[in-house]
Structures are given as structure tokens and as C-alpha cells.
């Protein structure tokens, strides 16, 4: 007959450790995208601009025992996440040209930025905000998926991403934003656009242009003439600012290709590794429930019975040995935040920099991306005033006036 001091142990231990078994995960089901299905006319085709996306790891992250972050690999997904959201806006068909930016600041129609707030192979949560040229908010907000398992299966076959929903649910909610505007509306962002370019390259001629409203939107004040010579030469500038950063979405595009194996195999591993963690945390969990609950049973026998006296002892050895057996079971789940963090170093060793030549200027295409454009855009700015004869001590775009 059991003890009365452990009759009660069965239901406990039941409801105690029920919260620390998982069953199999659900499959995720796909989200549709949304793509044309009649022409658009060409002049309701609005530009979109990705930056790459903000890896979201601080020096402060990288010193949390258990956050499962590496700085390398987040900086490689802030451009992979960048590009193949691109990717996805390009086959809904519902937009011009989609390119690849190292920064925000090129004055396009629409400007994708983001951050990625969690991603360790089993989980991606990434911010994503989205403006036009006007300053009116297209998307801000949070998106958030676990991995489609399936992706990962041994016989898989490569042509989805663990995490196409999201970057699915973007393109479908930037779809919903343009619905709701009317031609006007995209011919204003369009016209916007093209003005800011000319007025950042030349402020003095074009300050009268644009005007910032109550609300902080930017707004058309007066188109120049179609004759415009001056606007002529700004059209031409803009031709050649498109081709540097069609240069640089292509080597993007050639990053992309080759981080894809890599960085899949990356994800895949880390998956594993966090499943295994999240096991390795539960299992700890329950021997330290059921060690607990073993040392109480014992301190509610009756001391005064020799058999129950030895049942004492032993279930306070026996309670005591589940408790420890779980902090070593603990160490073992770090373990596995080490292996995680040597593949990530593994992964980084096979993404290196490539360097590319763009009108005699040569690019290190990591890190100092950013710099080197903002050089290319200066050199437009002193192209421009060579040709006509206006100086440019205009640095800023009209969106640093604080819309």
C-alpha cells in the first residue's frame, strides 16, 4: 500500500508536468499570394525600394546565456531577408520595378525597411515598415512564424523558405495599402518621387516644388514644364542613378544565390538544435518537478514508522538525485547553444564579401555599402552642377525636415 504522503503524488506529478510534453507540431499551412491577374497600365506601377534590414543584435543580446543570436549570420539575413522579399513582390506582378537598396535613402516610390527581432531557424519575427514618397505609412508592423518543418524534411525538395508566409503576408498587406488608392493618388506618389530626386540634386531651383503639410506629408506645390531643359538633365541623372543601383541589386541578387545552400543548411541545423534545447529545458523541467515533489512526499511521512522512516531516506536520496539530474540535464541543453553558436561561424566563413566595379569605382559590398552609395549619390549631385551650372551644398532629403 503506498504511503498516504505519496498517495497523492500520481495527480500531482499528472498536472505538473502536463504543460512540459509537446505533441507533434500541426503543419503550417501555405499563404497565397496574391498576384495581378489583369495589366496594370504603366504609368500605376509604383517603384519599390528594400533596405536591408536592420539585424537587431546588440552587444548587450550577445551577452544573454541563453539568446540564441549571432551577429554574423543576422547581418547576412538582414540582406537575404531584403532580396527575397524582393523576390516574392516581383512575382505578385503588382508593382515596377522592386529593387534591392543598401539604405533608405533612395528616393523611390514606395521604401521597404525593416528589423529582425528574433531568428534562430525555428522561429522568425521581423518589424517591417513601409512609406511612399509622400511620407503617407503603408505597413508597420510585426510578423511572426515558426518554421514549416516540412522545408526541412531530409527528401525535401529546395523551392519554399521555412518562412514564405511572412514574406508572403508583406506582399499581400502592401497589396491591401495600394487597393485603397486611386489613380490620383499613385500618380501624386510617382510625381513626388521624381520631384524630391530633382530637388535633392538641386534644391535652389526646385525648393518651391514641394511643400511638407500640417500632417507631415510631402506635397506637390507645381509641376515644371515638360519642356524643362533643366528637368531633362535631372531624367538623365536619374537614369544613371537607377543603373548604379540596378548594379548593386544584382549583386545582391548573386549574394542571394549563393547564401541560399548555406544559409539553408544553416537554418536547418539551428532548427534542430532548438528543438533539441527546447526538449533538453523540458526534460530539466520535469525532473526537477518530479525530484520536488519526491523531497515534499517524504517530509509528509510519519517519522515515527522505521519502514517509513527508510522510505524517508529514500525519497529524499531519490528526490535529491532527480533534482541534480536535472541541472546536469540543464548543461546539456547549453551544449547546445554552443554547437549553434559554431555553426554559426562555420555559415559565416562561407558568405565573404564580393567586390564589384561600377564606373571605374570599386565596391566592398559589406558594411561600407551604405558609404559607397551615399559617395555615388554625391558624385550625381557634382555631375549634375558640372552640367548645369547650380551647386549643390544641399546633403539631406526633404524627408530629414521631420514629417
Known amino acids: 500500500m503506498m504511503p498516504r504522503g505519496f498517495r497523492w503524488l500520481p495527480l500531482v506529478l499528472a498536472v505538473l508536468t502536463a504543460g512540459c510534453v509537446s505533441g507533434p507540431r500541426p503543419p503550417i499551412k501555405p499563404v497565397q499570394l496574391v498576384q495581378v491577374q489583369t495589366e496594370i497600365p504603366q504609368h500605376q506601377l509604383l517603384d519599390v525600394g528594400i533596405a536591408v534590414f536592420d539585424p537587431g543584435v546588440t552587444p548587450e543580446d550577445l551577452e544573454e546565456e541563453y539568446q540564441v543570436v549571432f551577429e554574423a549570420v543576422r547581418q547576412a539575413e538582414g540582406h537575404f531577408i531584403a532580396i527575397h522579399l524582393k523576390e516574392t513582390l516581383q512575382e505578385s506582378g503588382h508593382w515596377g520595378a522592386v529593387r534591392s537598396l543598401p ?155 549563393e547564401m541560399e545552400g548555406p544559409y539553408q543548411n544553416w537554418r536547418k541545423f539551428s532548427y534542430q538544435e532548438v528543438l533539441a534545447y527546447k526538449r533538453m ?35 529524499a536520496m531519490g528526490g535529491l538525485w532527480a533534482i541534480q539530474s536535472g541541472i546536469s540535464t540543464s548543461q546539456e541543453a547549453k551544449m547546445h547553444v554552443e554547437a549553434i553558436r559554431e555553426l554559426a561561424e562555420s555559415f559565416n566563413a562561407e558568405i565573404e564579401p564580393s567586390v564589384v ?45 521631420g514629417h
Open 357 to 401: 566595379e561600377v564606373e571605374g569605382r570599386t565596391l566592398r559590398l559589406q558594411g561600407s555599402a551604405e558609404t559607397q552609395y551615399e559617395e555615388w549619390r554625391q558624385l550625381l549631385r557634382e555631375i549634375y552642377a558640372e552640367e548645369t551650372g547650380f551647386g549643390s551644398d544641399f546633403t539631406t532629403s526633404p524627408e530629414s525636415h
Open 103 to 257: 539604405s533608405t535613402e533612395h528616393l523611390t516610390d514606395i521604401t521597404v525597411s525593416g528589423e529582425i527581432i528574433e531568428s534562430n531557424g525555428y522561429e522568425l519575427v521581423v518589424w517591417v515598415h513601409a512609406v511612399d514618397s509622400t511620407g503617407r505609412e503603408w505597413l508597420d508592423r510585426t510578423y511572426k512564424q515558426e518554421a514549416d518543418s516540412a522545408v526541412y524534411a531530409k527528401n525535401a525538395v529546395q523551392n519554399r523558405d521555412a518562412f514564405q508566409n511572412i514574406y508572403t503576408e508583406v506582399a499581400n498587406d502592401l497589396l491591401k495599402k495600394r487597393s485603397r488608392l486611386d489613380p490620383q493618388d499613385l500618380n501624386e506618389i510617382r510625381q513626388v518621387a521624381r520631384m524630391r530626386f530633382a530637388a535633392d540634386l538641386a534644391p535652389v531651383p526646385y525648393a518651391g516644388y514641394l511643400s511638407i503639410s500640417q500632417r507631415g506629408r510631402i506635397e506637390l506645390e507645381r509641376l515644371p514644364s515638360v519642356d524643362d531643359p533643366m528637368m531633362d538633365r535631372v531624367a538623365r541623372i536619374k537614369a544613371r542613378e537607377d543603373l548604379f543601383v540596378d548594379t548593386l541589386d544584382q549583386h545582391y541578387a548573386n549574394f542571394y544565390m
Open 281 to 315: 529545458k523540458n526534460k530539466a523541467l520535469t525532473r526537477k518537478i518530479i525530484g520536488a515533489a519526491a523531497l515534499l512526499g517524504a517530509i509528509l511521512l510519519d517519522p515515527t514508522s522505521s519502514t517509513q522512516a527508510m522510505a524517508l531516506d529514500f525519497a
